[in-house]
């Protein structure tokens, strides 16, 4: 008998369940397959504009060369233009216009990185996004990043996959829950194809798109990940996109690191409220709205003359400076901090310029390069400072990138796997780890938005970066429900139990018989039909309930909640295990609202047993 009952599937696994984790698997698979060809044709449509703008390759049969994620910007062509200063004087503004246009007259969506408006999507319209977004994001971004505004390209890929998720999902007429899972989908695609970094691209939908971590959505995710990841290896390089090895030299260095997670929180800090500052002051500006983002890219010509490594995503200025060629080696210290630091406040002040403007493009890109100078710029300081004891300059370049996006995006744990798929090294996953949450720390404690929560805030949308546990789920129902109960007997009349609700304020009575056992339950509109059809002398007997809804003090307040809501009713007798018939308490919804409070609490703010913030 044991056996065969152990055999038997678990009661919540139904045929429903079953199609809709096999349907749900099926469609994830082919979003991301969807996925990897969108990017891999962002990226070539990318490149055409590149080559158009700044070399006319295409023109004259430049073949598409992008050997990794790091492929040719702007940067690159740069040094090949004639006369830099008119074309960069008529490409940048020129394709701000032809944003403008597209944001203005055509979809407004596609203004900005695009990750706010996945999390926007999930959160306030239920998984929906146009499908148009899907070709004009692609073609504005290409715009941006190939004209050489400073922006990049994952956040335009992720909002193009999510898209394409919703849009599938919409058309297939799926459920909100579903939809939700398919866009998430798509955005975990579009970064494990952009970085060759599946575990990343899982992690990114779930602390950003999702904020939730069950089975039902954890499978999807992954596999979209996973197929995203294998289709756009048959076309581009697998591996580490970035091979830096390293070797912590000493316990002592992670101190070095915790300053350097410190620092990066601050300065994530700093490019956020540099980035919505440029955007509040682009929005007082009383222009029409499609020219915004050629003045924008206007005033960020002389930055692409004077500097012109910021341009673009700055994918070639980063590869330099991890690779030790961006600065000769015979540049004295001083100045190599100092130049390192200026090409990172810079590049945010050009990217501050493109996002606040209204131009499409990236956030994320920017704060790689941003977090690579800054941990340059640090680990050139602490060799000088400690040469025996510290990692070459380079390494401290790789955690400050991830330091960085953690503190701007607080999306901590995909900050830290992106670092280890990136390079490859495992060893990195240490001073990653701490220099992240450092810095996430620090931007917890002083900045409430993020780079993309301030997007939605500004929409009057609140989003939480929390992944929670259901506080309901983990209360019992004894912790929460009144022991001393209010009964009546069968005998009673209905009008006495109509004056007990006047009195007591309660909306119902368990029903006792002679030995004080659960026989039923009456309720408020037991009681005024009763005197209305039965007159005052009817009995508790004749009216009562008797079909019974109970539930055990062992039970979770979840479960509780749950037959609340099926059956309609506000209370439920809490009734022994052993015999349903003898009632121990009494559960409400006030109970469980106050016990959901006060777990929430302890949940959040609690350190010491017992304890409470002052």
């Known amino acids: 008998m044991e056996a065969a009952a152990a055999r038997r599937p678990h009661p919540y696994v139904t045929r429903e369940v079953v199609r809709e984790y096999l349907t749900l698997s099926s469609l994830a698979a082919l979003i991301g397959i969807i996925t990897a060809f969108a ?82 999507a999930s959160l306030a319209q239920e998984g929906r996004m146009r499908p148009r977004v899907i070709a004009l994001k692609a073609v504005a971004s290409a715009l941006t990043v190939g004209s050489g505004a400073s922006a990049g390209r994952e956040g335009p890929i992720v909002q193009i996959g999510a898209a394409s998720g919703s849009a599938l999902a919409q058309a297939l007429g799926l459920a909100n829950t579903p939809r939700k899972i398919l866009l998430a989908c798509g955005a975990a695609g579009a970064i494990a194809a952009t970085f060759n970094a599946p575990i990343a691209g899982v992690l990114f939908a779930l602390e950003l798109i999702l904020l939730e971590l069950r089975t039902r959505s954890f499978i999807p995710l992954v596999i979209s990940s996973v197929f995203a990841s294998a289709v756009i290896g048959l076309f581009l390089p697998r591996g580490p996109q970035l091979p830096v090895t390293y070797s912590l030299g000493s316990p002592l260095e992670l101190g070095f690191f915790i300053l350097l997670g410190l620092a990066a929180g601050l300065f994530a800090i700093f490019w956020i409220r540099v980035r ?30 004077f500097v012109p490594q910021i341009m673009g995503a700055g994918y070639q200025t980063l590869l330099a400076t991890v690779n030790g060629s961006l600065l000769p080696a015979s540049t004295p210290l001083g100045l190599a901090i100092a130049l390192l630091l200026g090409l990172g406040f810079v590049k945010m002040v050009a990217t501050g310029l493109t996002l606040g403007s209204g131009g499409s493009g990236g956030g994320f890109a920017p704060s790689l390069f941003m977090g690579a100078m800054l941990g340059a710029a640090m680990g050139l300081a602490f060799n000088a400072l400690a040469p025996d004891m510290t990692s070459p300059f380079a390494a401290y370049a790789i955690v400050g990138m991830g330091a960085l996006l953690a503190g701007v ?11 280890f798929e990136l390079t490859g090294d495992f060893q990195f996953i240490l001073p990653v780890m ?49 022991a001393t109960v209010d009964t009546v007997h069968e005998e009673t009349l209905v009008q006495e139990v109509g004056r007990r609700m006047i009195t007591t ?48 003090p062992s039970e979770s307040l979840e479960v509780a909640m749950e037959r609340m809501a099926i059956a309609g009713i506000g209370h439920l007798p809490v009734v022994r295990v052993e015999d349903p018939r003898e009632i121990v308490g009494i559960l409400s919804r006030g109970d469980i609202l106050r016990a959901y409070r006060r777990k929430a609490l302890e949940e959040r703010h609690e350190v010491f047993r017992g304890r409470r913030p002052g």
Not at 409 to 419: E, G, H, K, M, Y
Not at 509 to 520: A, N, Q
């Open 409 to 419: 995006t607080r999306a901590t744990l995909t900050s830290i796997v992106i670092v």
């Open 276 to 305: 919505f500052a440029l955007g509040d002051a682009f929005d007082r500006i009383r222009l029409p709205p499609y020219l915004i983002p050629a003045l924008g890219a206007g005033i960020l010509v002389p930055l692409a003359i």
């Open 505 to 552: 304020g309660h909306q119902g009575f368990p029903v006792v018989d002679e030995v004080g056992l659960l026989v039923g339950i009456i309720t408020h509109e037991d009681v005024r039909r009763a005197l209305a059809e039965f007159g005052p002398d009817a009995t508790v007997r004749e009216v009562e309930t008797q079909r019974l809804i109970v539930v055990n």
């Open 39 to 120: 990017a891999l044709g962002f990226r070539y449509l990318l490149w055409i504009f590149l080559s158009v703008f700044h070399n006319g390759g295409v023109l004259f049969g430049q073949p598409w060369v992008d050997p990794s994620i790091f492929n040719l910007d702007a940067t690159f062509f740069y040094s090949e233009l004639g006369n830099p200063l008119i074309l960069l004087v008529l490409i940048l503004p020129l394709a701000g216009l032809l944003v403008g246009l597209i944001s203005h007259y055509l979809a407004p969506e596609v203004r900005g990185a695009g990750v706010a408006q996945v999390m926007e």
């Open 434 to 482: 701490l220099a992240a949450v450092v810095a996430d720390g620090v931007s917890i404690l002083l900045q409430r938005d993020t780079l993309y929560t301030g997007v939605l805030r500004r929409k009057g949308i609140l989003f939480e970066h929390d992944i929670e546990l259901n506080v309901l789920r983990t209360v019992q129902v004894r912790d929460a429900m009144v």
